[in-house]
Every structure is written in C-alpha cells, then in structure tokens.
C-alpha cells in the first residue's frame, strides 16, 4: 500500500520516535509497515531514504535506496530514470561513529515539499542497527549513503533539514531570465 508522507507542521514529524522492540520485529504490523515503507519509496522519483515519522508512525524506522550507496552526491543520482533499488531498512539505528570532516551539501525532504538548502553534514559514519528480520548489523557510509542516514536519523529525532539548513529556496523560484533555479 502507498503511504502518504505527512508535510511539515504535522506534529508527528517533531517528536522523538520509540525504539522497536526486537519482538516486535516479525511482528505482522511492522512487517507491514516495512512492505509499505518500501512501496512507497519506491514510487517516488525523488526520494532515497524514508523514515516512519514521514508516514505517520512515530518509530525509529528508516529506509535507504541502494541508490544512494551507488551515487557519491545528490546530483549523481538525478538522472531521471528510475530503477527498481533495493531497500536497506534500519530499525533502532544509532550512529556510533561519525567524521569530523564536514561537507555543505545540497539537500531536500519529502515532508517539506519544494524546500531546499544547504546542510553541513559529517562526509563519512559508522551506523548500527537491526534489520528487518531483527538481525543486528554494523554498515560503513560515505558521500550521499551517509547524508541520507544523516536525515533519516534526524527525523527520529523529531528534526527536520530546514531546522539546520542554509540559504533554503523554494524549487520554483525563478531566475531573473525566466529559468528554474534546481
């Protein structure tokens, strides 16, 4: 089932998420959750990542397209094609490893529709987390595979980008000469 991604100020986005149980894992309801998640995002053109406060329920939940881990930057995956990625899903993530080195990156959200900015983001991270058979798993992330994780994991924490980004504008503000700006 298609999931409608709730918009910024809904309520839900500014709350902390609840940490899943691993019981609850294999739980019929979360495999649900976690089916429909994945539909979603995938018929999304823009998207690469979904947390479960976009759809409504407060857990900390997210998922990545495998098409971040093959993109180095956000404008190396605009190539308007869409294929069908793979989900990585992430229950009770925690960053346990992050890089000092930080990199201004272009960024968006699905629950703020038609923002964007600039965000300072660590370039590389170390995350944990279980996945969706309830498994315990430890992943290495770089360039656009670690801004994503960055923004789903702000989500669980009831932060959204525009909270920390920079020079935000509106998709359809136009240039002086009639162009989009992107």
Known sequence: MI????????KIL?????????EEIKSRSIQDLLKDMSETLGVIDIGVGLAAPQVGKPLRIFLVSE???AAKTPRDRISGKKRNWKHLFFINPKIIRISKEKELLPEGCLSVDKLYGQIGRAK?????????EGKKFRRSASGLFAQVIQHETDHLN??????KAKNLKRLDEKTENGDEKN
């Open 3 to 10: 999931l409608k991604i709730l918009q910024e100020p809904h």
């Open 14 to 22: 500014r709350e902390t998420a609840r940490e899943i149980k691993p």
């Open 67 to 69: 098409e971040a881990k």
């Open 124 to 132: 590389k991270l170390v995350v944990e987390a279980l996945n969706e």
């Open 158 to 163: 009831g932060i959204l980008f525009i909270d």
